[in-house]
């Protein structure tokens, strides 16, 4: 089934565990505060860590996640009375007069038909004020070794051969790797493997990504009616090259 992790809800309940959100929170938080956001809308919210890490801040945030089982999770945390839950996604978002939107979590790469991902943009910029942002990143395809002749594999991910191994406080030790399934015009087809090792259960969730370019993705911005104004390359807010494992952009409305 695909994207069973966003559904299952075995799979959603340790979600927490396997996706945490230290590599990035930081950033996020800090470019909230440096553009001194009042309404924040975080677009495919999923369980809703970062909602909440920046409602504990003090901002004023709508969640929005087309996931029924992920805001299932995300209502139970203590701030969530603070937030404003939608079910929902990108492609058809209420005009906000939002401060900066956020998609994090490389929400962006699941947007594999380019015309979607165009009018998702033109939605979002339709949701902000005028000189409102959005802040996202894309993984860089430049940096996916993707031979030709060889299986291709993805940096930092497990694989079967080198599984990571996370403990859940409720379901105890679980090992996930990934397999890629085929790789076409940089569009990725894969499967999260997830074993539980206290009840043998393995549970696959099947996934499409896009990994756009640098120069596509800034072109679709500036098509949705953005400037591009700085794409950082890394969390540390370095700026992007080539070699750069993320494309971090911040794009402004105008």
């Known amino acids: 089934m695909p994207d069973t992790q966003f559904s299952d809800p075995k799979l959603v309940a340790i979600y927490n565990t396997i996706n945490p959100i230290n590599d990035y929170k930081d950033f996020y938080l800090h470019l909230?505060?440096?553009?001194?956001?009042?309404?924040?809308?975080?677009?495919?919210?999923?369980?809703g860590l970062l909602t909440n890490e920046l409602a504990n801040k003090g901002f004023n945030v709508i969640g929005i996640e087309p996931s029924k089982e992920m805001l299932k999770v995300a209502a139970k945390n203590i701030t969530s009375e603070k937030i404003k839950w939608v079910n929902g996604d990108a492609l058809?978002?209420?005009?906000?007069?939002?401060?900066?939107?956020?998609?994090?979590?490389?929400?962006?790469?699941?947007?594999?038909?380019?015309?979607?991902?165009?009018?998702?943009?033109?939605?979002?910029?339709?949701a902000l004020k005028n000189g409102g942002y959005l802040a996202f990143e894309s993984r860089n395809p430049l940096v996916q070794?993707?031979?030709?002749?060889?299986?291709?594999?993805?940096?930092?991910w497990p694989s079967n051969e080198n599984r990571r191994k996370v403990t859940d406080p409720k379901e105890g030790e679980v090992e996930w790797w990934c397999k890629i399934l085929e790789v076409n015009d940089n569009v990725m087809g894969y499967e999260v493997h997830y074993f539980?090792?206290?009840?043998?259960?393995?549970?696959?969730?099947?996934?499409?990504?896009?990994?756009?370019?640098?120069?596509?993705?800034?072109?679709?911005?500036?098509?949705?009616?953005?400037?591009?104004?700085?794409?950082?390359?890394?969390?540390?807010?370095?700026?992007?090259?080539?070699?750069?494992?993320?494309?971090?952009?911040?794009?402004?409305?105008?």
């Open 32 to 47: 909230s505060e440096k553009l001194s956001s009042k309404l924040i809308l975080d677009i495919g919210a999923g369980t």
């Open 92 to 126: 058809n978002l209420e005009k906000y007069e939002a401060d900066l939107a956020l998609m994090t979590g490389h929400v962006a790469q699941f947007y594999t038909d380019d015309q979607a991902w165009l009018n998702a943009l033109k939605s979002i910029h339709s």
């Open 145 to 156: 070794p993707w031979p030709e002749n060889e299986k291709p594999t993805l940096p930092d």
């Open 196 to 254: 539980f090792k206290e009840t043998l259960e393995e549970l696959v969730s099947t996934n499409v990504l896009k990994f756009r370019t640098r120069d596509e993705l800034s072109k679709s911005l500036e098509a949705a009616g953005f400037n591009v104004e700085i794409i950082y390359g890394d969390w540390e807010g370095n700026g992007a090259n080539d070699e750069s494992a993320e494309f971090i952009f911040i794009a402004k409305s105008i």
